[in-house]
């Protein structure tokens, strides 16, 4: 699929840019990994979806700001400490029928840069 701009003209999908995000790994003292049920999906009305905490950075924030941001505004909680993160930024991108729908439309695909953090509070 071809992403069209605002005036109609195409834009092949290669050229579009990844959009930078972070992830996040939160492991408890007894070493579980949490991991959420999302909402419901509108597109397939399916509950069955389970995702580890990430999101965009914000313009001016680190990823290491915005990994501990994405956690709090995502879990509810602020208790952790980074341990980790990934070396180089992953990228991956979209299925063909979902560049210039999904991500805004905007993008081809992601670059993530992850996060192992310490829950430090209390299960």
Not at 26 to 33: A, H, K, P
């Amino acid at each position: 699929m071809t992403h069209r701009e605002e005036d109609g003209k195409a834009v092949p999908p290669g050229s579009l840019p990844y959009r930078s995000c972070v992830g996040i790994m939160l492991i408890n003292r007894d070493g579980l990994v949490w991991v959420g049920n999302r909402i419901q999906q509108v597109d397939t009305g399916s509950t069955l979806t389970w995702q580890m905490p990430q999101g965009g950075i914000d313009e001016g924030e680190t990823p290491g700001e915005a990994a501990l941001r994405e956690l709090k505004e995502e879990t509810g909680t602020g208790k952790a400490r980074i341990v980790g993160e990934t070396a180089r930024w992953l990228t991956y991108d979209l299925p063909p029928h979902l560049v210039g729908v999904a991500l805004k439309g905007k993008y081809r695909g992601q670059k993530q840069k992850w996060f192992a953090m310490r829950f430090t509070g209390k299960d």
